[in-house]
């Protein structure tokens, strides 16, 4: 399975960049090519457009481009509605170097299995996924309000949402306490997080999880053969989990670059 972050993305279209004789308009392919477009544009100090703005019209000068060709129905459909008027295009990556008569330019072929940061909340492999709850889906608990108490209770109620995958994903696994299923399924049912399966430890106290290791837990339900991918934000999780099921895991970090462990 390949990834690619989105800090990636931006030092490729700068690469691409090099490459590719300045324009006077950079036109994206919506809605993922106003991505690099946008990028591409401030290199070049000149507009980033949606492509509709521009289709039909004078192409000389004008850049289409998009972040990606899989099967190319998209760059296909752009390059039909542009009309042949002068237009150049662009992709930043390919799923396969078929893909690169489709367009002018292209930095790399990125093979499937693939999935970018960008739209990983849409990605069709949400529907095989396990997404870590605290850190990801919504902000993690801070070490002041993490006493099993009130203080925690508060939390659970009115912790803001990070990322909502826009459809539904086939399972959310969390550290959290079983006790706190009913507090939790309300949260995600009020901020609309649409899933399969909600995991959670099966155990009483914060002291026995600490004992049994959460990591330990994720594993353990992540080692189903109906999971394809596992979504964490700590790090030291990420890598245990990666270890013991040998399967990819998204590290989706919000202090460092998102990574394939």
Known sequence: MNFVSIQQLE???LELAY????????????????????????????????????AGKDG????????????????RRARNMAGGNGFHYAAVYLAEQAGAALVDYHCRVVPRPRFFQWNTWKHDLMASACIDMDGVICEDCTPADNDDGPKYAAFLEDVKPLHIPSIQVAAIVTGRLEKYRKQTEAWLAKNGVSFGKLFMMPLDTPAERRAYGIARFKS???????????????????????????????????SEEWRLM
């Not at 004789?21 to 457009?49: F, K, Q, T």
């Not at 000389?60 to 129905?73: A, I, K, R, T």
């Not at 596992?230 to 919000?254: M, W, Y």
């Open 220 to 254: 353990e339900i992540f080692s189903d053969p109906a999971f394809r991918l596992f979504i964490e934000s700590a790090a030291a999780q990420a890598k245990e989990i990666a270890e013991r099921t040998k399967k990819p895991v998204l590290l989706a970090s919000g």
């Open 19 to 54: 490459r590719i004789p300045p324009h006077s308009v950079v036109a994206g392919v919506e809605n993922s090519g106003m991505l690099p477009a946008r990028i591409l544009a401030n290199r070049w100090n000149v507009p980033a457009v949606p492509f509709r703005e521009v």
């Open 11 to 13: 030092r490729d279209v």
């Open 60 to 75: 000389h000068g004008v850049l289409v481009v998009d972040d990606s060709l899989n099967y190319g129905g998209a760059m």
